[in-house]
């Protein structure tokens, strides 16, 4: 008789009636030998008889996905300075025969000078039946972190099945984009100045950028059209000023007052905002300075009434002193004129004799 099956007809030979050959139980067995075959192929070299080497590496055992490639972080004074990855961990390798379960430690890498991230679990179990496992990724990009800088954060791990051994674990990204924002402070040096009335003078002033990123800054006079009402001009050698990142810059405020400005004490207010910022906002910064305004002489004439007795006397008696020094130099000067009219009187042989200038008194 002819047996049928897959192996081809050339191959088979003939038996007698009641005659059983190889090709019987081949064709009976076949399927279960199969099954045998390939489970000792894929049972990790680990638990085979007689081996003491380390376990086996399976290859892609998880992969490891960010949802988002890139996040932007705030961190300025009114920001959280926080965001979130939305992270997956995936099993990937079909493990539903021979393995039960891989345990997986997630690890992050990041800056910690610039970036912490942290998650609410490190340690989790994948298994065939639950190979997904989503999870949230919290960053706080840490303050004075610069604007030019772009941290990343690998996500990655280590994984190891039930009977030990281990998987590579597929890492992925996210770059953090620090958000710019622009601070500044500003001060003088000396908030107090004294000047004359039709005088000018210049006064530094002291700015330095507080901020993540390099900007520009715009000086102005808070308080301008009250100072010109009273007769003072302010104005700034540099109205607009660049500042690189963490820098300091000195400028002049040049103040001007009119002839016919009044004395007193003048507060001049300067303020300063960012060129991105656009006007004021609560991330500028504010300056004054006292100015006091006299009339020369003024303040020396009051100085004067001021003092104490004892200067007062002191003073009369300087006072009389030169008096007496410019009299005695008067009466120095007439009796050497007297005595040069005399000298010339005798010599020109004349009788007359000059009055002398005691007896004119």
């Known amino acids: 008789m002819r047996l049928r099956g897959t192996i081809p007809p050339s191959s088979l030979r003939k038996f007698k009636r009641g005659e059983t050959g190889f090709y019987h139980v081949f064709l009976n067995f076949r399927p279960m030998m199969t099954f ?98 989503d999870f949230i990724a919290n960053i706080t990009v840490l303050p004075k972190t610069s604007a030019s800088l772009n941290p990343s954060v ?39 100045g004294d000047m004359d009335i039709g005088s000018s003078k210049t006064f530094p002033l002291t700015m330095q950028n507080t901020g993540n990123s390099g900007e520009h800054f715009i000086l102005a006079v808070k308080n301008r059209d009250f100072l010109a009402e009273k007769g ?3 104005t700034f050698s540099e109205p607009r000023v660049y500042i690189d990142e963490g820098g300091v810059k000195e400028t002049d405020m040049k103040v001007r007052v009119d002839g016919g400005s009044e004395r007193g004490a003048y507060l001049i207010e300067v303020y300063v905002w960012s060129e991105h910022n ?34 007062w006397v002191g003073l009369g008696i300087l006072v009389v002193i030169i008096i007496l020094v410019i009299w005695g130099f008067l009466k120095l000067r007439e009796h050497i004129l007297w005595r040069r009219t005399l000298n010339n009187i005798r010599n020109a042989n004349t009788s007359e004799e000059p009055e002398s200038p005691g007896d004119t008194g």
């Open 232 to 234: 003072l001009e302010v």
């Open 36 to 133: 045998l075959l390939i489970s000792w192929l894929m049972i990790p070299l680990g638990s085979v008889e007689g081996r003491t080497d380390a376990p086996e590496q399976i290859m892609d055992l998880v992969m490891m996905e960010i949802d988002e490639e890139r996040i932007a972080v705030d961190i300025s004074f009114n920001a959280t300075s926080t965001g979130q990855m939305h992270c997956r961990a995936t099993l990937m390798y079909d493990i539903g025969l021979f393995i039960e379960y891989v345990d997986l430690h997630i690890e992050l890498e990041f800056p910690p000078e610039h970036v912490s991230v942290v998650l609410e679990e490190y340690d989790v179990r994948l298994t065939p039946s639950s190979p997904v496992y």
């Open 278 to 311: 656009g006007q004021p906002t609560e991330e500028d910064n504010e300056a004054s300075l006292t100015l006091n305004v006299d009339r020369p002489y003024i303040d020396l004439v009051e100085e004067l009434v001021k003092a104490p007795i004892y200067l």
């Open 154 to 192: 690998v996500l990655g791990g280590t994984a190891r099945t039930d009977r030990g051994a281990e998987g590579e674990v597929r890492e992925d990204h996210c770059e953090i984009d620090v958000l710019p924002y622009y601070s500044v402070t500003i001060f003088f040096p000396d908030p107090t």
